[in-house]
């Protein structure tokens, strides 16, 4: 199994920045991407930013220039930038982690950590 730990939400005022991290532990996977995904209150779970283990990245329109995923793949880390925050990127985000096994993908997910701009 697969256990993903975040940290770095929290308040903060427009204009403003955070920086997520997620520490994954237990199984690993040879092929794997790791993500952020948010979900605001009465809305569905929104991709942010996914990022391979090679490096490559997808970012949703509203987040590009905004935001900034990057791994550590010796740490098992992945991380989320947040910059030019504004109140409608209030939301739990969650980290995920999709591993390849076989012909298969297996998600797994973080338990979420609040982000709240507010003034």
């Known amino acids: 199994q697969v256990q993903l730990v975040e940290s770095g939400g929290g308040l903060v005022q427009p204009g403003g920045s955070l920086r997520l991290s997620c520490a994954a532990s237990?199984?690993?996977?040879?092929?794997?991407?790791m993500g952020w995904y948010r979900q605001a209150p009465g809305k569905q779970r929104d991709l942010v930013a996914t990022?391979?283990?090679?490096?490559?990245?997808n970012y949703a329109d509203s987040v590009k220039d905004k935001f900034t995923i990057s791994r550590d793949n010796a740490r098992n880390t992945v991380y989320l930038q947040m910059n030019s925050l504004k109140p409608e990127d209030t939301a739990v985000y969650y980290c995920?982690?999709?591993?390849?096994?076989?012909?298969?993908?297996?998600?797994?997910w973080g338990q979420g950590t609040q982000v709240t701009v507010s003034s």
């Open positions: 237990g199984r690993s996977f040879s092929i794997d991407v």
């Open positions: 990022i391979t283990r090679t490096g490559n990245t």
């Open positions: 995920n982690l999709r591993g390849l096994v076989g012909w298969d993908w297996n998600d797994y």
